[in-house]
């Protein structure tokens, strides 16, 4: 009895020492920033333009929906884990809920220039959505985000509320063989990561694992073992 009290007690405090210390004091850490939007005094402005040094955008973050109209996305297609044959085009689908698609605007011209805008008559946010491939050199160091074998904005509507997009270039059937990550990149009308209304939630997007395999060198791996 004493000592499950005791072990109460422990993870009790533990919880309030997280809570603690996980929650930062903004008005002495920024103060500019908690200076409603005094942040970009003097800075270079978010103009539209995909500034690759960095700008500093005054864009509100808009409307956010309910926690029954949240955005959460499932790859369907290809099967996580699976092993795909490389040089050879395949096809990513995406399940996404909680998104009225089809909307992106200029994204040479207009990238986060203006607030999300949740549907009226759904309640579900203005967006689209993305496939975003990248080879994992590492299992224990993150990819450099700058590098990607593919990358495809979603820029009409579901159909049958899937997402649908072929993986391959003109230049390129496929992929070559490598372990990849695939993972959805939802985002509002205006380029903006998608805002919720709570914390505690499941993940807006979603990422599967696969291999592509040099489909020829499979071929006389097995006719090796035929031939033993
Ligand atoms: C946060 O920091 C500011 C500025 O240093 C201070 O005035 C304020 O009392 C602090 N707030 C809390 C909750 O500690
Ligand atoms: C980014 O910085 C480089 C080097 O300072 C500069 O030449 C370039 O014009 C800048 N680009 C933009 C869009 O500000
Ligand atoms: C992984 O390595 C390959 C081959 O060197 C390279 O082409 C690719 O850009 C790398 N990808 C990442 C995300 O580091
Ligand atoms: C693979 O997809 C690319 C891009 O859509 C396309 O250009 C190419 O013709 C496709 N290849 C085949 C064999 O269908």
Redesign the pocket.
């Known amino acids: 009895m004493k000592s499950q009290f005791t072990i109460l007690l422990f993870v009790f405090l533990a919880s309030a020492i997280t809570l603690v210390s996980a929650q930062q004091n903004v008005t002495a850490l920024f103060p500019e920033a908690e200076a409603d939007n005094n942040i970009c005094k003097g800075k270079t402005p978010t103009n539209g333009l995909q500034n690759r040094n960095g700008s500093c955008s005054d864009t509100v973050q808009g409307e956010i929906p309910d926690v029954d109209h949240m955005v959460s996305s499932l790859i369907v297609e290809p099967a996580n884990g699976c092993n795909l044959p490389a040089f050879t085009n395949f096809t990513v689908k995406i399940s996404t809920i909680g998104i009225v698609s089809g909307f992106f605007d200029d994204p040479t011209s207009q990238y986060y220039t203006f607030p999300q805008v949740v549907d009226k008559e759904t309640g579900n946010i203005f967006g689209h959505s993305h496939v975003t491939i ?4 590492s299992t224990t160091l993150a ?2 985000p700058k ?3 593919f990358f495809k904005g979603l820029n009409a509507p579901e159909e049958d509320g899937l997402f649908s997009q072929v993986v391959g270039s003109a230049a390129n059937n496929g992929l070559p063989p ?1 372990e990849y990550r695939i993972c959805s990149m939802v985002a509002s009308f205006a380029h903006q990561p998608t805002i919720m209304p709570v914390a505690q939630r499941g993940s807006q997007d979603d990422c599967i694992r696969i291999t592509i395999s040099d489909a020829k060198k499979k071929r006389k791996v097995s006719n090796k073992k035929r031939k033993a």
């Open positions: 990248q080879q994992l050199n990819p450099n590098l990607f074998a490598g």
